[in-house]
């Protein structure tokens, strides 16, 4: 039922763009999320149940959802995520939601895409700590999976290549049309209070549009953490530098989509603002050397919980069980 | 389309049951499923979104839905689970499917019902290692919640007795009608193949059937493990002995349901036995004093895969954002 609401609301923000929509957004900044595109939807059940498996992890515990959980705006909501064995991670977790907009993938931008993403959590010690060998090798073992991999790629063997295909074929689903903010793009001068829209002004007239735009709002550019005044943490991680190896990237970091923020605290690569009003606030004097006034920060804030979209809807997948001939998970040493 | 086609086969199975089922499953010492009964539909949906809410631990991180996974036949899949700081768990985490036909909650039947038991996880320290204070003052923390709780259950305030309850009725649902075994019991001939149905005459003749009965195949009694020679295990867990102090229940656990086992592995309030051959030659011996062959092994196993139902079938619950007021997940320390 509801995701047959969900499918005549995006008809319906179609056919909205279709007759007025377009000339309007086109003069702002920030961009309307379309639904989904064209999808492999084969690929797509199939890297469904693979974002959902835990056994890609070593523990057999965590799996992809663990830390972007699509039950909480696509991430976790810890400062840094817990890992195998309970490793505290080196920086928050980035919602997958929208990811697909993203220029690159991981703060650091080091994955170019989605499938090279991937790939990354399921054999880092620091997180599922398995390893691809270990991956194919469980899911080769389950014929169920062997049966849908040869549907799906035309195979025989079951590959990591494949593996982290589906799983990014199922991101690329996972995107938040229809936020109010987006209704308000496409036409409906109703969808937004007076407060949200004075808060997207001030967002256009601050200068936080300068790096939070497009229709991921963020994501398409890397910047310097602290342009203003320089950011203070406690947190190791150095951004696009440890990529590059250039010191002029030191404490570059992937600008944050702002797409469902009100859901993806807490906030900044260390997880360091927990609110939305903190983020704002460091935000403002840290990159554009503003000191927003309450009442200024709370419109911003009033605007940014105006683009939460639809949150992807999908029947909880089922997972094939493990044979006698399935490597059993080793949650302890 | 799943969720209607479930229900069309549950109508049908009610259907068959009309006309000639009946009279051949009360014969059988086990009875078909029965597709979900009366339920406070209201609850239920707000109980599964607790039922997903890594809120109610002291991380932010486990869910009741992270020990007894949804996709993975209600349980972890693990010898005994992993708790808050990654502590190993005392035993095997039992299935939720099914688990409203129990006659009492955990191995030892400590709780009365799955209201009771829904309690227990939040506020052991070894599990989700929150408080009902802490789980209360979140959830009280969070709009949505407080509005949805004063819908379903009339009351400004929420309370742990409504949180308990709201997920004792989510977990009713979690039954699994429609397994091929149900399906034969309900007349329909051709539902098993003659190994299966070898091996449920096997399972009836050895004896299986004076503990694994009912329409959980088990659940209602509390039995010695170990009855003709003695179980060998390193795991501490005296059974029933711990919440009557008698030693007479020493080692006297719940009898686990067998409905689905092919996906509730590994067996064993130990979890101990990793594959279905090993359990039930362990059970043989140790229970019957019979040394099952390869063949009928494998007959019993055949039948016992043929226990698996209906998974429930639902989309994945959107849980609400924290607020500024919300208290911060701990992860570490």
């Known amino acids: ?98 990811s697909s907009l993203n220029v690159a993938q991981f703060w650091d931008g080091r994955a170019v895409d989605l499938k090279a993403q991937a790939g990354g959590p399921i054999a880092n010690p620091g997180e599922m700590a398995a390893s691809h060998t270990l991956a194919v090798e469980v899911l080769s073992s389950i014929p169920e999976y062997v049966i849908e991999f040869k549907q ?42 007076a407060t949200e829209l004075a808060g997207y002004n001030l967002f256009k007239t601050s200068g936080c549009v300068a790096c939070h735009n497009g229709s991921a709002v963020g994501g398409n550019s890397f910047q310097k953490m602290g342009v203003v005044t320089p950011y203070k943490t406690t947190n190791t991680a150095e ?35 927990q609110t939305l009003t903190e983020a704002v606030d460091i935000m403002g004097r840290l990159q554009l050397g503003k000191k927003f006034t309450a009442e200024e920060n709370a419109k911003i804030v009033a605007f940014l919980k105006a683009l939460t979209g639809d949150q992807p809807s999908f029947l909880m997948p089922i997972l094939p069980p493990s044979t006698d001939k399935t490597p059993p998970p080793k949650p302890f040493g």
């Open 152 to 193: 799906v790629f035309g195979q025989d063997k079951v590959t990591i290549d494949e593996v982290t295909q589906a799983i990014a074929e199922f991101e690329k689903t996972l995107v938040t049309p229809n936020s109010r903010f987006d209704k308000w793009l496409l036409g409906d001068k109703d969808a937004l209070t």
């Open 239 to 273: 951004g696009m530098a440890g990529v590059t190896g250039k010191d002029a990237d030191r404490f570059k970091f992937k600008v944050p989509t702002l797409r469902n923020v009100e859901m993806t605290y807490p906030y900044f690569h260390d997880g360091a603002a």
């Open 1 to 98: 039922m509801k995701t047959k609401a969900t499918f005549v609301r995006s008809l319906l923000a179609v056919a909205v763009t279709g007759v007025f929509g377009s000339a309007l957004a086109a003069d702002e900044p920030i961009q309307p999320i379309r639904p989904v595109q064209q999808v492999n939807l084969a690929q797509v059940e199939l890297g469904k149940k693979l974002y959902f498996d835990p056994r890609l992890s070593k523990s057999g515990f965590i799996s992809c959802n663990s830390c972007h959980n699509l039950s909480t705006g696509g991430t976790d909501n810890l400062k840094t995520s817990i890992g195998h064995n309970w490793q505290q991670g080196p920086i928050n977790a980035p919602t997958v939601l929208n």
